[in-house]
């Protein structure tokens, strides 16, 4: 297969998928979400793939979540659906599979890393959500799933506050399993991989339908949440400020947004 914004590579029974957008720190638009959607059904059909590694091209970011171009574009608001169908693959995905966050793992890049069954961190790898700070709306299980992960207070911390984590905090709260120096990364993920690829591949099915069935029912919430509560007037004033704010380097004021709006 061709992509344009991602690499996929299978080698000895494991499948590489990495966002390939090193010059935007691997923020991801609709159609590379619709690549890595494609990417991951495809290493879930192939029997002869026993493990998933999700990561990002270069040395700063494992993903830095949505360009904000791309958002400032009106994008999010057309492919509004792309971020819960790549979750929801991603999840079902019957194969381990292994985020490798190399660097920023930021907004979109945080929550894929923390939906991956298991995170293998480098010490330069920095965590949080973004969303409130750029006006990018997530919701459903995107959101709700950091709970089960994290606990409820930390998982709102997290969310509400948009704070910036260590991997040596990621770690502590229960973000990443392992956290190494950064030359020791990939060896560290082909260790984990080479332990996986020693049990049956069978029993590695039957476990990740077990925890996707435990949290099934968050799955696919996200379009109802964001149909309810996400108006017109928040993709024209807060969304707008919220990207403009971040490529013009300043605070977004999203009140005056807002009052901008109501006297439009």
């Not at 090193?22 to 793939?49: H, R, S, W």
């Not at 930390?154 to 991997?167: H, N």
Request: proline share 3%; charged share 25%.
């Amino acid at each position: 297969m061709e992509f344009k914004d991602i690499i996929y590579e299978v080698q000895d029974h494991v499948a590489r998928i990495t966002i390939n957008r090193p010059k935007q720190l691997n923020a991801f638009t609709g159609d590379t979400l619709k690549e890595l959607t494609l990417a991951v059904e495809t290493a879930g059909a192939d029997d002869n793939i026993g493990v998933v590694v999700l990561t990002g091209a270069g040395d700063r970011a494992f993903s830095a979540g949505g360009d904000v171009n791309w958002e400032k574009e009106g994008g999010l608001e057309r492919q509004i659906l792309e971020p819960y169908l790549f979750h929801v693959t991603l999840s079902r995905c019957l194969k381990p599979t292994i985020a490798r966050v190399n660097g920023y793992a930021v907004g979109g890049g945080h929550h894929m890393a923390y939906f991956c069954d298991l995170t293998i961190a480098s010490e330069q790898a920095i965590f949080g959500q973004n969303g409130p700070r750029v006006g990018s709306p997530a919701c459903g299980a995107i959101v709700s799933y950091l709970t089960r992960v994290v606990g409820a207070k930390k998982a709102r911390e997290i969310w509400m506050l948009c704070r910036r984590y260590t991997a040596k905090e990621a770690l502590e709260m229960g973000i990443v399993n392992t956290v190494v120096p950064h030359a020791r990364l990939d060896d560290e993920v082909d260790k984990w991989c080479k332990e996986i690829l020693a049990l049956s591949p069978t029993c590695m099915k039957i476990l990740k339908a077990s925890f996707v069935e435990e949290y099934n029912a968050l799955l696919g919430q996200g379009d109802e949440l964001r149909r309810y509560m996400v108006t017109p007037e928040f993709w024209k004033y807060e969304q707008q400020e919220g990207a403009a704010a971040f490529l013009e380097k300043r605070a977004p004021d999203f009140w005056a947004a807002r009052a901008a709006g109501k006297r439009a």
